[in-house]
């Protein structure tokens, strides 16, 4: 079955430090992923998706084929990163979601 | 322009009784998602959209869970004889075409609790 796993639940890093947020998925297929972020008080709302391999905010995320993986990535994080992040396949149209790692970015 | 809204933002109601979400899509979107994300846990498929279809309802819970649209216009999720645990948030999507990569935009969510 298709699935989405987030093993953190929460991250806490120090401001400039690299932060990697673990995806993994399962998907007997070509996945097209996504990761989605839900900062304090604001809606859900895309950061990026594989396909268009751009940098959003300094975030980066390689689909790993071998290892079925898109780990998002930072070298140095900023307070304002701290927020909520999904990680999300696409699967006909809806998107099958990771339970959520909460990223909190300490001054 | 106007983003995806969604009404009530709050509803409180008794164990048995029936509740009506609201979605508006932002216009121009073909396709509706309903997602459920109860607390501490990651969103749940429910139901899509495309148009006033529903080609994929896979994700509905129970029989106590439908939901219908107009056009390509407003959604509406109903729960029948609510449970507790159909307290969560519900949350809609749309995008601009469905079944693709298009992005979804999400509404702020209906905070549903059963008491």
């Known amino acids: 079955a298709q699935r989405v796993t987030q093993p953190e639940k929460l991250l806490s890093v120090f401001k400039g430090a690299p932060v990697e947020l673990k995806c993994n998925y399962s998907?007997?297929?070509?996945?097209?992923l996504f990761w989605y972020v839900q900062y304090s008080r604001q809606r859900l709302q895309l950061l990026l998706r594989?396909?268009s391999r751009e940098s959003i905010k300094g975030f980066t995320a390689d689909l790993n084929k071998g290892e079925t993986s898109f780990h998002l990535k930072k070298p140095f994080a900023q307070e304002e990163d701290s927020a909520m992040y999904y990680c999300a396949l696409n699967w006909g149209g809806k998107l099958i979601f990771g339970q959520g790692t909460e990223l909190s970015v300490k001054p | 322009g106007a983003g995806v809204s969604q009404s009530p933002s709050n509803k409180v109601t008794e164990k048995g009784k029936d509740v009506e979400l609201r979605c508006d899509p932002i216009?121009?979107?073909?396709?509706l998602y309903w997602y459920r994300q109860r607390l501490g846990q990651g969103l749940e498929f429910l139901i899509y959209?495309?148009?006033?279809?529903?080609?994929?309802k896979s994700g509905l819970p129970s029989d106590r869970f439908s939901a219908e649209r107009t056009g390509e216009s407003v959604s509406t999720l109903t729960i029948q004889r609510t449970q507790q645990e159909d307290s969560a948030v519900y949350l809609c999507a749309s995008s601009l075409r469905g079944l693709s990569s298009y992005e979804q935009y999400f509404g702020p969510g209906t905070r549903l609790t059963v008491t």
């Open positions: 959209f495309q148009g006033n279809s529903a080609p994929d």
């Open positions: 216009s121009g979107h073909t396709a």
């Open positions: 594989h396909i």
């Open positions: 998907y007997s297929g070509s996945p097209e």
